[in-house]
């Protein structure tokens, strides 16, 4: 797919890796829907030049009336949609034997049945179009799992399962559908860990680091750019998932 003047849609997309990608897709010439369950700040929005192809939609992807809304205003303001990233997601950390029913129900209901919420307004405008692509930002847990991390793993494993089935459904109508697993990377989830948990997580990479969120963002145009890969997941982890 050629991104020049296609619009993109990130959900999660006023911090952290949702808005490297958000900014990736704009570099590569597509007009970016941003989105955050509050209003985008400002100074978000300024990081966008060009105000022309720039649009900020607030909702929460796990109210499906509101993902539905958010479709809605994209298609309404730029008339088309055809590329939508599944980025918005949340954790409740906590060990399986005491986590409450509504802790574990929470990161369920925002990374995979928020994304579905999202995609599929999303996917009927994409099929009318008969062009399309869906990125869903999945994890490495969904992988190899983590420990306090039951919730989200069974979330993130799920986007999984959902990527490669619509991959199969939609495929006929030209709309591909792929998934990233990220690994550990430098956003605001990781600075808050403690340097001797950091220093013990980068000891269990084979490349010794964290990743950016450039370098998770850089896969995300890749696969939208790219028109013959579907039904894939790429993890982007530093060989986390090997080991």
């Given at each position: 797919m050629?991104?020049q003047?296609?619009t993109?849609?990130v959900?999660?997309?006023t911090?952290?890796i949702?808005l490297?990608i958000?900014?990736?897709?704009?570099?590569?010439?597509?007009?970016v829907?941003?989105?955050?369950r509050?209003n985008?700040?400002?100074?978000?929005?300024?990081?966008?030049?060009d105000s022309?192809?720039v649009?900020?939609v607030?909702?929460?992807?796990?109210?499906a009336?509101?993902?539905q809304?958010?479709?809605?205003?994209?298609?309404?303001?730029?008339?088309?949609?055809d590329?939508?990233?599944n980025?918005?997601?949340?954790?409740?950390?906590m060990?399986?034997?005491?986590m409450?029913?509504?802790d574990?129900?929470?990161?369920?209901?925002?990374?995979?049945?928020g994304?579905?919420?999202?995609?599929q307004?999303?996917?009927?405008?994409?099929?009318?179009?008969?062009?399309g692509?869906?990125?869903?930002?999945s994890?490495?847990?969904?992988?190899?799992?983590?420990?306090g991390?039951?919730?989200?793993?069974?979330?993130?494993?799920g986007?999984?399962?959902?990527?490669?089935t619509i991959a199969?459904?939609?495929?006929?109508?030209?709309?591909?559908?792929?998934?990233i697993?990220p690994?550990?990377i430098e956003?605001?989830m990781?600075?808050?860990?403690?340097?001797?948990?950091?220093e013990?997580?980068?000891?269990?990479?084979?490349?010794?680091?964290?990743?950016?969120?450039?370098e998770?963002?850089?896969?995300?145009?890749?696969l939208?750019?790219?028109?013959y890969?579907?039904?894939?997941?790429?993890?982007?982890?530093?060989g986390l998932?090997?080991?």
């Amino acid at each position: 797919m050629d991104l020049q003047n296609k619009t993109v849609l990130v959900t999660g997309s006023t911090r952290g890796i949702g808005l490297a990608i958000a900014k990736a897709f704009y570099q590569a010439g597509c007009r970016v829907v941003l989105n955050g369950r509050k209003n985008v700040p400002e100074q978000v929005l300024a990081e966008f030049t060009d105000s022309q192809r720039v649009f900020a939609v607030t909702g929460d992807v796990a109210d499906a009336s509101e993902a539905q809304e958010m479709v809605a205003q994209a298609l309404a303001h730029f008339g088309q949609l055809d590329i939508l990233v599944n980025n918005a997601g949340i954790t409740r950390d906590m060990l399986a034997n005491r986590m409450t029913l509504e802790d574990f129900k929470a990161p369920i209901e925002t990374n995979l049945i928020g994304s579905f919420n999202v995609t599929q307004p999303a996917l009927k405008a994409m099929y009318r179009a008969r062009s399309g692509c869906i990125i869903n930002i999945s994890s490495v847990v969904a992988l190899i799992g983590n420990v306090g991390q039951v919730n989200y793993a069974a979330s993130k494993a799920g986007l999984i399962g959902m990527t490669k089935t619509i991959a199969r459904e939609a495929a006929r109508r030209n709309v591909r559908c792929n998934a990233i697993t990220p690994g550990m990377i430098e956003t605001d989830m990781v600075a808050v860990l403690s340097e001797k948990t950091q220093e013990k997580l980068k000891s269990e990479i084979p490349l010794g680091h964290f990743g950016q969120p450039d370098e998770v963002a850089q896969t995300a145009v890749f696969l939208a750019e790219n028109d013959y890969v579907t039904g894939q997941v790429i993890t982007v982890d530093g060989g986390l998932a090997m080991v």
